[in-house]
């Protein structure tokens, strides 16, 4: 079956520190990965996306993303972090049967002052 | 050019009861999903419509069902409404169906408390 882990369900990081969101995923055939970030009383915001090329993919707001296949993962990181970063982060991947997303149940990454 | 727009943004109903929320997507944007969140399940597929026609459909029970007209413009219907329907409710456009390719855009969701 096709799904998506979060294996965090809190990630608590010091501001101007490195940050890392771990998602790892299991897909039939090639996948197609998102990051979303859902800020309090607000919908889901697209951050970045790997369809296909280079294994690094940057996104919005500064943060980046690392496909790895052999690891079937797909980490979401940050080289210095904001206190307004702080929001809950969603990993999915693309069905590859329906193309509709698998969501992870997502993280919560609270930024220390 | 205007987000996704999902009215209301609040709904407080009784058990029993039926609801009608609506997402008027992107512009342009002829692919409407909609997706239950809670606390402890996540996002949840609802279904998905595209020109009028529902493409797809999540595990949900026949209570829960949706349409889309002309304009793309999407509503999605609980009848015989139960506690555990209390969720905030996300409608996202994308120019494609399935998010071929292309990202999917959120509203703020519709938050139904039901009581």
């Known amino acids: 079956a096709q799904s998506v882990a979060q294996p965090e369900d809190q990630v608590n990081v010091a501001e101007g520190n490195p940050l890392t969101v771990k998602c790892t995923y299991s897909v039939s055939g090639n996948p197609y990965l998102f990051w979303y970030v859902q800020y309090p009383n607000r919908g889901l915001q697209f951050l970045l996306k790997?369809?296909?090329?280079d294994n690094l993919v940057k996104g919005s707001y500064g943060f980046e993303a690392e496909f790895n296949k052999s690891q079937t993962s797909f980490h979401l990181k940050k080289p210095s972090a904001l206190v307004s970063d702080s929001a809950l982060y969603f990993c999915a991947v693309r069905d590859s049967s329906n193309y509709q997303l698998i969501w992870g149940a997502g993280t919560k990454l609270i930024i220390k002052p | 050019k205007a987000g996704v727009t999902q009215t209301p943004r609040y709904l407080i109903k009784t058990r029993g009861q039926q609801v009608t929320l609506s997402c008027s997507p992107i512009s342009g944007h002829r692919s409407v999903s909609w997706y239950q969140q809670t606390p402890g399940q996540g996002l949840q597929f609802l279904f998905e419509y595209f020109s009028e026609t529902q493409r797809n459909k999540g595990n949900f029970p026949g209570r829960f069902s949706g349409r889309q007209f002309s304009n793309s413009r999407s509503e999605m219907n609980v009848s015989t409404l139960e506690l555990g329907d209390s969720a905030l409710y996300l409608c996202a456009s994308s120019l494609n169906p399935g998010t071929l390719g292309t990202e999917a855009f959120f509203g703020q969701g519709t938050r139904l408390t039901v009581v």
């Open positions: 790997y369809i296909t090329g």
